[in-house]
């Protein structure tokens, strides 16, 4: 289903859609469109309308990506977005209770999605940390594992590239919030989401 089937099936209009999540006009009309591409929206854009829409990310993906199972792989920085506007949304705890009760840590481990798994165990103990919490032992065995090379965001390697250096990934790596760094996902920020 894209995006003109969802607006005539929530009957909302595009004004109205731009109004309520804070997408620009123009974005959400050339959507529609099919002037730019839904899967090349940012993590902040996807979100925005998806909440709005009282839908999931993905539903509005769907149709824009070409199945070969009945999954979809969320590019890595969309995936962190997310997380960070549910943990946002939800509050600490509930997104701890949730995502303890989903077991999704687990289930991206089994699908052998490690950046994914990893990245939500490092939200889970890093919030734990951040409430006095104990850690859940119930992933224990995942705590020793980590990534082959460092994940850094796609702002921090653009900023490595115009620089031609190293040094905004040096920085980046030593400011990385350490349930992250562990697992060799340089995150630096989970609050400051928009």
């Known amino acids: 289903m894209n995006l003109n089937d969802i607006l005539k099936q929530k009957d909302i209009t595009k004004y109205r859609l731009s109004k309520i999540s804070g997408v620009p006009f123009t974005t959400i009309s050339e959507i529609t469109t099919g002037k730019i591409k ?39 920085d969309i995936f962190k977005s997310n997380v960070c506007h549910q943990v946002k949304d939800m509050g600490d705890i509930d997104f701890i209770i949730t995502l303890l009760e989903s077991d999704e840590i687990r289930k991206q481990w089994e699908k052998e999605w490690y950046p994914e798994s990893l ?11 951040e409430n006095d919490l104990p850690l859940c032992d119930k992933y224990s065995d995942l705590r020793i594992a980590k990534l082959h090379k460092p994940i850094y965001p796609s702002s921090i390697l653009m900023m490595s590239i115009a620089s031609n250096s190293a040094e905004p990934k040096k920085e980046s790596y030593n400011n990385a919030i350490p349930e992250f760094r562990q697992f060799n996902i340089i995150e630096n920020e989970v609050r400051n989401v928009v």
């Open 119 to 129: 990245y939500l165990l490092a939200m889970l103990d890093y919030l734990s940390r």
């Open 38 to 76: 839904i899967k090349n929206c940012t993590g902040t854009t996807l979100y925005r309308l998806a909440k709005s829409l009282d839908i999931m990310i993905e539903d509005l993906l769907m149709d824009s990506v070409e199945l070969h199972s009945t999954e979809y792989r969320l590019d890595f």
